[in-house]
T-cell receptor
């Protein structure tokens, strides 16, 4: 079974620039998540999709972050404009069903550095 | 070796010894818990899960214990190997259907 694919692996941008991350979940997984992981901390949920609908985006900074999941499969996360504090690893995860039913499987993340 | 979750984020053990990593959770309504292992440069990897109707669950070299009375979760790794060196996170499912991760415990295995 192929895992969760993310790209790019690394991205360096200057503050106020924009950036986008892409995620392809495990085939057949209905639920997709984006997490932000700051160095030395546990992952923090940004947004959760069930198929192509948003289940929870309460912790997404909507003034600068946006995400979409086209056709209930791939997803993109965008930051515009980026701030220094956005430097982190952005992890995508998917699960067969909701998080109370099946475990999350993570990709290896995109490491973003904002200078 | 044994850790005390968030108050002791590092744990060093000798190769071959057993490791115990602890985690305290806050929400008594949480009913699903997962342990993840994260190696440097990689995403968290599923190790083992347990639901609140169980006290213990065993996998290959790992055992998870759940004490709902004191809201405590532990991960036991038998015969710890150098490949077990990583950061270990416990995650709990909270209403409404959100996984929350703790800060994690860094395990170092000494050859």
């Amino acid at each position: 079974e192929a895992g969760v694919a993310q790209s790019p692996r690394y991205k360096i941008i200057e503050k106020r620039q924009s950036v986008a991350f892409w995620c392809n979940p495990i085939s057949g997984h209905a639920t997709l998540y984006w997490y932000q992981q700051i160095l030395g901390q546990g992952p923090k949920l940004l947004i959760q999709f069930q198929n192509n609908g948003v289940v929870d985006d309460s912790q997404l900074p909507k003034d600068r972050f946006s995400a979409e999941r086209l056709k209930g499969v791939d997803s993109t996360l965008k930051i515009q404009p980026a701030k220094l504090e956005d430097s982190a690893v952005y992890l995508c995860a998917s699960s067969l069903d909701g998080p109370s039913v099946s475990p999350l499987h993570f990709g290896n993340g995109t490491r973003l550095t904002v200078t | 070796g044994e850790s005390v979750g968030l108050h002791l984020p590092t744990l060093s053990v000798q190769e071959g010894d057993n490791s115990i990593i602890n985690c305290a959770y806050s929400n008594s309504a949480s009913d699903y818990f997962i342990w993840y292992k994260q190696e440097s440069g990689k995403g968290p990897q599923f190790i083992i899960d347990i639901r609140s109707n169980m006290d213990k669950r065993q996998g290959q070299r790992v055992t998870v214990l759940l004490n709902k009375t004191v809201k405590h979760l532990s991960l036991q790794i038998a015969a710890t190997q150098p490949g077990d060196s990583a950061v270990y996170f416990c995650a709990e499912i909270r209403v409404p259907n959100q996984f929350y991760f703790g800060t994690g415990t860094s395990l170092t295995v000494i050859p």
